[in-house]
């Protein structure tokens, strides 16, 4: 720790800055997606993550290559109850699922990441953690991903900006309002529109996975969706 | 917060890992840091050390003996920070032994287990033996010529071996605390010593020997190389990497602090010896005991009786903590199927691996013991075993600062400033080591030598017909304390599970 004594203030934030890397991304993350994600020196990363390690906050894989959060961590954030969204909103929600022939699932942002705060009991999602780890992968991270780039922000995932046909995607999604995504399985996929506040800042997500016919033709969907969020706006800003 | 508190509240599941360590059966995480690092600082035996050394040294280096030993520390804490770069990222009881697999391969990594077998199987002798002549010197006091007695000497011995086995199976905890207090209580001694010599000598400083004038080089590298064998053994804490606690960042401090602390304690030991002689108008290599000899010159006699008490002691405590390093790299070996599987197991009480300790204390015992009954004098015995085991020793750390680059190009790891460390560190440990087996085999210790190259090369070729019988178990070489699905966030949900 002492090599750091002179510049704690801004290691503590540096340190927890990695800790939330890590939980974002999932275990196995590595030591260079760290520094690269998250815009360190290589050399203050590695420092870093090797302090983190000592205080046992993170737990080196066998591979001794990935990291992955320690128990200890949950010492530091405390036994956080899930944020079930208030009854209000989960009414809605029931409501929009009752004729929707496909999962409806809500999700929060914040700053540059998301998290499923409803998911649909009766069409689970397919791969929570890929959807929160890979934001270019489905609809809602897309929503995400767009926005950031709109407000000019560096999306901290594994979003490769050279990829063109992803700049094309996020530029049709800003234009049209909401995302949509073809699944991996054939015949499916997934559409989000917008929750926003009074301000316009996004705070959720409103998503439906399902058959791809309602996607093909999203203006039914989109209208059921986009009316529902209206409602859920005021409950979850 | 929010990534961080959902992956609390919902951690998601985290695969790939173990509900036991490769290494279970010893006492994961159950001792602290000062346990670590008196492990360290007792396989250095720095009272040992800073009272035979200095001698040792300014026979070769003369007035420039103190940058010699100098010299020396600065190479040494290179190599104790390389070898941090594997102690701050795994945990393993083989230490040196393991580390050097994750980056050379199991063949690199088996001359370096083989040098830390001999290396601390051979400073174990080398202690017993130590801790056997100063107890019988000690017993001289009050009966005068009982030190010339080999028979005293060698059952003095055997009991030493006797009490090393008790502590060794008992368990790593009270080992290291049998050899904290008895290393404190030895280096306080010499330092209390080292104060009254200089209190008397008056406050001035001789420069000429902090920066002498005429230094011959050749003189100045072996007497620095000479001074590395003071430092050996500092690296031992790693081998305690499974049943410390916060081992990341407790092992590398010990290994770090003990090379800080023995080294200054040699820059003063030697300083306040040479200063000690000129002051008299001797010459230091006139003495066979300068210690002794000065605590007599400067009338305080009485302090003669307890620094023989004191090195007894460390050297006693340098055979534990020799032994325990030993044992350890032992039991990864038979944990890996490279010697026979008892080796890896454990005392179900005590959590050591008794087997190991079992076949090893009775040969470390025996093999002094009966040099000494074979007559070749105790002096004589121990500076064949140092020579052999300070080759041994620079082997491994050369195996091992060789190793860092490539594991930290692996790991995806790979900065400047470790790696011009290590590489550093390699090439003049390799030097040193050359110069050193050069300088020893035109002595009268050369038979050291030849038992360092005989051993490596009968070991070596063992292993390659070891290999050859059995193709696929060398990929079993470098296991290590894993994290176990107990340890991480989504592992296993419920830790008791696993116990």
């Given at each position: 720790?002492?090599?750091?004594?002179?510049?704690?203030?801004?290691?503590?934030?540096?340190?927890?800055?990695?800790?939330?890397?890590?939980?974002?991304?999932?275990?196995?993350?590595?030591a260079?997606?760290?520094?690269?994600?998250?815009?360190?020196?290589?050399?203050?990363?590695?420092?870093?993550?090797?302090?983190?390690?000592?205080?046992?906050?993170?737990?080196?894989?066998?591979?001794?290559?990935?990291?992955?959060l320690?128990?200890?961590?949950?010492?530091?954030?405390?036994?956080?109850?899930?944020?079930?969204?208030?009854?209000?909103?989960?009414?809605?929600?029931?409501?929009?699922?009752?004729?929707?022939r496909?999962?409806?699932?809500?999700?929060?942002?914040?700053?540059?990441?998301?998290?499923?705060?409803?998911?649909?009991?009766?069409?689970?999602?397919?791969?929570?953690?890929?959807?929160?780890?890979?934001?270019?992968?489905?609809?809602?991270?897309?929503?995400?991903?767009?926005?950031?780039?709109?407000?000019?922000?560096?999306?901290?995932?594994?979003?490769?900006?050279?990829?063109?046909?992803?700049?094309e995607?996020?530029?049709?999604?800003n234009?049209?309002?909401?995302?949509?995504?073809?699944?991996?399985?054939?015949?499916?996929?997934?559409?989000?529109?917008?929750?926003?506040?009074?301000?316009?800042?996004?705070?959720?997500?409103?998503?439906?996975?399902?058959?791809r016919?309602?996607?093909?033709?999203?203006?039914?969907?989109?209208?059921?969706?986009?009316?529902?969020?209206?409602?859920?706006?005021?409950?979850?800003? | 917060?929010?990534?961080?508190?959902?992956?609390?509240?919902?951690?998601?599941?985290?695969?790939?890992?173990?509900?036991?360590?490769?290494?279970?059966?010893?006492?994961?995480?159950?001792?602290?840091?000062?346990?670590?690092?008196?492990?360290s600082?007792?396989?250095?035996?720095?009272?040992?050390?800073?009272?035979?050394?200095?001698?040792?040294?300014?026979?070769?280096?003369?007035?420039?003996?103190?940058?010699?030993?100098?010299?020396?520390?600065?190479?040494?804490?290179?190599?104790?920070?390389?070898?941090?770069?594997?102690?701050?990222?795994?945990?393993?009881?083989?230490?040196?032994?393991?580390?050097?697999?994750?980056?050379?391969?199991?063949?690199?990594?088996?001359?370096?287990?083989?040098?830390?077998?001999?290396?601390?199987?051979?400073?174990?002798?080398?202690?017993?033996?130590?801790?056997?002549?100063y107890?019988?010197?000690?017993?001289?006091?009050?009966w005068?010529?009982?030190?010339?007695?080999g028979?005293?000497?060698?059952?003095?011995?055997?009991?030493?071996g006797?009490?090393?086995?008790?502590?060794?199976?008992r368990?790593?905890?009270?080992?290291?605390?049998?050899?904290?207090?008895?290393?404190?209580g030895?280096v306080?001694?010499?330092?209390?010593?080292?104060s009254?010599?200089l209190?008397?000598?008056?406050?001035?400083?001789?420069?000429?020997?902090?920066?002498?004038?005429?230094?011959?080089?050749?003189?100045?590298?072996?007497?620095?190389?000479?001074?590395?064998?003071?430092?050996?053994?500092?690296?031992?804490?790693a081998?305690?990497?499974?049943?410390?606690?916060?081992?990341?960042?407790?092992?590398?401090?010990?290994?770090?602090?003990?090379?800080?602390?023995?080294?200054?304690?040699?820059?003063?030991?030697?300083?306040s010896?040479?200063?000690?002689?000129?002051?008299?108008?001797?010459?230091?290599?006139?003495?066979?005991?300068?210690?002794?000899?000065?605590?007599?010159?400067?009338?305080?006699?009485?302090?003669?009786?307890?620094?023989?008490?004191?090195?007894?002691?460390?050297?006693?405590?340098?055979?534990?903590?020799?032994g325990?390093?030993?044992?350890?790299?032992?039991?990864?070996?038979?944990?890996?199927?490279?010697?026979?599987?008892?080796?890896?197991?454990?005392?179900?009480?005590?959590?050591?691996?008794?087997?190991?300790?079992?076949?090893?204390?009775?040969?470390?015992?025996?093999?002094?013991?009966?040099?000494?009954?074979?007559?070749?004098?105790?002096?004589?015995?121990?500076?064949?075993?140092?020579?052999?085991?300070?080759?041994?020793?620079?082997?491994?750390?050369?195996?091992?600062?060789?190793?860092?680059?490539?594991?930290?190009?692996?790991?995806?790891?790979?900065?400047?400033?470790?790696?011009?460390?290590?590489?550093?560190?390699?090439?003049?440990?390799?030097?040193?080591?050359?110069?050193?087996?050069?300088?020893?085999?035109?002595?009268?210790?050369?038979?050291?030598?030849?038992?360092?190259l005989?051993?490596?090369?009968?070991?070596?070729?063992?292993?390659?017909?070891?290999?050859?019988?059995?193709?696929?178990?060398?990929?079993?070489?470098?296991?290590?304390?894993?994290?176990?699905?107990?340890?991480?966030?989504?592992?296993?949900?419920?830790?008791?599970?696993?116990?």
């Amino acid at each position: 720790v002492t090599d750091l004594r002179a510049r704690q203030p801004k290691a503590i934030h540096s340190a927890l800055t990695v800790l939330e890397e890590v939980a974002r991304v999932g275990a196995g993350v590595t030591a260079k997606e760290i520094s690269e994600n998250l815009g360190l020196a290589r050399a203050t990363a590695y420092r870093l993550l090797n302090l983190l390690v000592q205080d046992e906050y993170l737990v080196r894989m066998p591979d001794l290559k990935g990291f992955a959060l320690g128990r200890k961590v949950a010492e530091l954030v405390g036994r956080v109850a899930p944020s079930r969204p208030p009854q209000a909103a989960r009414e809605i929600m029931m409501q929009l699922r009752e004729n929707s022939r496909g999962g409806i699932h809500l999700v929060r942002y914040d700053a540059a990441s998301l998290r499923v705060i409803d998911i649909d009991p009766d069409f689970p999602l397919s791969d929570e953690a890929r959807i929160i780890r890979e934001l270019d992968s489905s609809a809602m991270g897309l929503l995400l991903l767009a926005e950031l780039v709109l407000t000019g922000q560096r999306p901290r995932t594994s979003f490769r900006p050279a990829e063109a046909a992803l700049e094309e995607i996020l530029e049709t999604t800003n234009r049209l309002g909401f995302a949509s995504v073809a699944g991996r399985d054939e015949g499916l996929g997934c559409l989000s529109v917008p929750i926003r506040d009074s301000q316009g800042v996004l705070v959720a997500g409103l998503c439906y996975s399902g058959p791809r016919t309602r996607i093909d033709s999203p203006a039914a969907l989109v209208e059921v969706l986009t009316s529902s969020g209206r409602a859920l706006a005021p409950l979850l800003a | 917060m929010s990534a961080l508190e959902r992956a609390v509240s919902h951690p998601s599941p985290v695969e790939g890992l173990g509900a036991r360590s490769p290494v279970a059966g010893l006492r994961r995480r159950s001792i602290g840091f000062l346990d670590v690092l008196s492990q360290s600082v007792s396989a250095v035996a720095p009272s040992a050390a800073a009272t035979t050394i200095p001698l040792m040294v300014a026979a070769v280096a003369g007035k420039s003996s103190v940058l010699a030993v100098a010299a020396a520390m600065i190479l040494c804490l290179l190599v104790a920070s390389t070898v941090n770069q594997f102690a701050r990222r795994m945990s393993a009881a083989g230490s040196l032994y393991t580390f050097v697999s994750k980056g050379l391969g199991a063949g690199a990594s088996f001359v370096a287990g083989l040098a830390m077998v001999i290396g601390y199987g051979f400073i174990a002798m080398f202690s017993l033996a130590g801790a056997g002549f100063y107890l019988a010197t000690l017993a001289s006091h009050f009966w005068p010529g009982a030190s010339e007695s080999g028979l005293l000497v060698s059952l003095l011995v055997a009991l030493m071996g006797l009490l090393t086995f008790f502590v060794l199976a008992r368990g790593v905890r009270l080992s290291t605390r049998v050899t904290l207090l008895v290393e404190t209580g030895s280096v306080g001694i010499i330092l209390v010593l080292i104060s009254a010599l200089l209190t008397r000598q008056g406050p001035q400083l001789d420069w000429g020997l902090i920066v002498p004038r005429d230094t011959d080089l050749g003189d100045f590298v072996i007497g620095a190389v000479l001074a590395i064998t003071a430092f050996v053994g500092f690296e031992s804490a790693a081998s305690l990497g499974v049943e410390a606690r916060r081992p990341f960042a407790n092992i590398p401090r010990a290994i770090f602090g003990t090379v800080v602390a023995s080294g200054l304690l040699y820059i003063v030991a030697t300083y306040s010896q040479l200063v000690g002689f000129s002051f008299l108008g001797r010459s230091i290599d006139s003495s066979s005991s300068p210690v002794n000899d000065l605590a007599t010159a400067y009338g305080v006699e009485w302090a003669g009786l307890l620094l023989d008490a004191s090195i007894a002691a460390s050297f006693l405590a340098c055979a534990l903590a020799s032994g325990t390093a030993l044992v350890r790299v032992l039991f990864s070996m038979g944990r890996e199927g490279l010697l026979p599987a008892s080796f890896g197991s454990t005392h179900s009480r005590f959590s050591t691996p008794f087997f190991a300790i079992l076949v090893a204390v009775p040969i470390l015992t025996a093999v002094p013991v009966v040099a000494i009954a074979l007559g070749s004098g105790v002096r004589g015995a121990m500076a064949f075993l140092i020579v052999t085991a300070a080759a041994a020793f620079v082997t491994a750390y050369i195996l091992v600062c060789a190793a860092v680059p490539v594991f930290l190009w692996r790991i995806g790891e790979l900065t400047v400033w470790p790696v011009a460390r290590a590489v550093a560190a390699a090439l003049l440990l390799s030097g040193a080591l050359i110069t050193y087996l050069l300088a020893e085999s035109g002595t009268e210790y050369s038979s050291g030598v030849v038992a360092f190259l005989l051993l490596m090369s009968l070991g070596t070729l063992t292993y390659a017909a070891w290999t050859k019988r059995h193709p696929r178990r060398r990929h079993t070489i470098g296991l290590y304390d894993e994290p176990t699905g107990a340890d991480v966030l989504g592992g296993i949900h419920d830790p008791s599970e696993v116990r």
